[in-house]
């Protein structure tokens, strides 16, 4: 997101401007998982404080970001990008197991990325919502790709006879919900499971969607 201040150009120190930009946005947004993911939070947290938590000045903040916001935006999609190259490596990796395992290690795969820091549940599932509607546009849209991409992989396995030949649409939304919400409910301690048995009840969910009782390879023919 373009800033309103204009970068410097030209190489400092052996790197080039845009090498320098990089850093610079690299050091702010790991700066924001710090203040936005843990305390205070996205709402408590100021432009001078996370310039400082970051080591640069705000001049240097306006020249990558023009608010808050806009590093939060940043910051929610990194996330999601971390989470999503997860799952793709997932479906490489067991493309040719049975679909019950290849299930079990894509949703392995997700929560252990989302999980292995605290601060992106928070960003991913708290600070994010509820900011103003451009935020809620982006959260829902994310979330619709999440959705798509279950869809094409239920529709594939159902074009190889794995799963019943369905719209998958409604059933998937539904469960990107149940998974939002077992994942936020279990880092924020309020079941009294450990995260394996949280996956395996989501992928307990998602096999329920895919063979729903009374199907059968056969039927489907």
Not at 9 to 20: I, P, Q, V
Not at 103 to 113: E, L
Not at 155 to 178: C, H, M, V
Request: overall charge neutral; glycine content about 8%; hydrophobic content about 45%.
């Amino acid at each position: 997101m373009a800033g309103r201040l204009r970068a410097p150009t030209g190489r400092y120190a052996g790197k080039s401007a845009e090498e320098r930009q990089a850093e610079r946005r690299r050091r702010f947004l790991d700066a924001a998982l710090q203040l936005f993911g843990d305390t205070p939070g996205y709402r408590g947290t100021t432009v001078a404080a996370l310039s400082e938590a970051a080591g640069l000045s705000t001049r240097q903040f306006y020249e990558e970001f023009r608010t808050l916001e806009d590093v939060l935006a940043a910051l929610h999609l990194q996330v999601n990008d971390w989470a999503e190259d997860a799952v793709v490596a997932a479906f490489a990796a067991a493309r040719e197991l049975p679909l019950a395992e290849r299930v079990a290690a894509i949703f392995h795969a997700y929560a252990g990325n989302v999980t292995a820091d605290p601060r992106r549940i928070r960003i991913t599932f708290v600070e994010i919502v509820g900011v103003s509607p451009r935020m809620e546009e982006q959260r829902l849209a994310r979330r619709a790709r999440w959705v798509e991409l279950i869809c094409a992989e239920a529709t594939a396995a159902a074009d190889r006879g794995e799963a019943a030949p369905r719209d998958y649409r409604l059933p998937a939304t539904a469960f990107i919900g149940s998974v939002n919400g077992l994942l936020h409910d279990w880092s924020a301690g309020w079941l009294d499971a450990t995260l394996d048995e949280v996956v395996d009840e989501l992928v307990r969910q998602l096999l329920g969607i895919l063979r729903p009782v009374g199907w059968g390879p056969e039927r489907s023919r």
